[in-house]
């Protein structure tokens, strides 16, 4: 049987990737900071075992890779590093205490993963690892400078990887939603273009990785728009995206 460890399983696009590859028949590691909500999830996902972990803590991370895949009988075959924290910015309002979150989870915890599966994979000659990065990775966007960041991190990082560990049978999978229905995405007040349930961001995800995709992006007409604005001159991108740096979030529903 095939092993899966997914970080930040407990809700969103975590929680449903896992029940997804659970239906395709994959034994699953599930890792967050909410053990209740995890407890809740493996009622519903055969084959898992679950341990509460703070991604931003390499140790915490370590101890949990290798506490599940003794659990699973083996190491595994493809890791998500899926936890993530999205906290609105502005760079005339700017909160270190929010960046430094955003860097520790999105970019640390990713990497503290990482570092616990890969040796393995290398030694094994075989293994997937992927990022939930973003869309806004692939260029900077008002109100969201941080969040931008830390996915371009993300994307630049997997990308380097990919090409320096395919003569190790080892596999690199960058996936860049754009906006999905979750927590991070319910305290945004604006109309969010291409909106996407969470289930179905699953199934295209688990279809990526499974068929070994290098990239996997979608909404594919969120995924045009972005990668034409890339192009953009600077100074017509500054004018389209300036309205977006007054836009408003619910600030009730912000996760610190």
């Known amino acids: ?37 995890l407890r809740d999830l493996a009622r519903e996902v055969r084959d898992s075992t679950i341990a509460a972990c703070d991604v931003g803590d390499s140790a915490s991370v370590h101890d949990a890779v290798a506490r599940t895949s003794r659990t699973l009988g083996g190491a595994f075959d493809l890791a998500i590093a899926n936890a993530g924290v999205g906290v609105p910015t502005h760079a005339a309002k700017f909160n270190l205490a929010d960046a430094e979150q955003m860097v520790r989870v999105n970019i640390l915890g990713m990497l503290y993963l990482f570092d616990a599966v890969i040796p393995s994979m290398v030694e ?59 927590a991070m995405t319910e305290k945004n007040r604006f109309r969010m273009p291409f909106l996407m349930q969470a289930g179905r ?21 969120m995924s045009l728009l972005t990668r034409t604005m890339r192009l953009m001159p600077s100074a017509l991108y500054e004018r389209m995206t300036g309205p977006f740096a007054r836009r408003r979030m619910d600030e009730s529903k912000v996760k610190r």
Request: no cysteine; net charge positive; glycine share 12%.
């Open 1 to 37: 049987m095939k092993r899966a460890i997914i970080t930040g399983a407990s809700s969103g696009i975590g929680r449903e990737l896992a029940l997804e590859l659970s239906r395709r028949g994959w034994a699953l590691a599930l890792l967050a900071r909410r053990e209740e909500l």
């Open 201 to 221: 961001a699953a199934k295209i995800i688990a279809d990526g990785l499974e068929r070994g995709a290098r990239v996997v992006e979608f909404p594919r007409p």
């Open 124 to 182: 094994r000659r075989s293994g997937r690892f992927a990022g939930i990065a973003s869309l806004a990775g692939l260029r900077g966007l008002p109100g969201t400078s941080v969040y931008s960041a830390t996915k371009s991190f993300m994307q630049s990082f997997l990308e380097a990887s990919r090409i320096e560990l395919a003569p190790y049978g080892v596999g690199v999978t960058i996936v860049n939603p754009g906006f999905v229905v979750t």
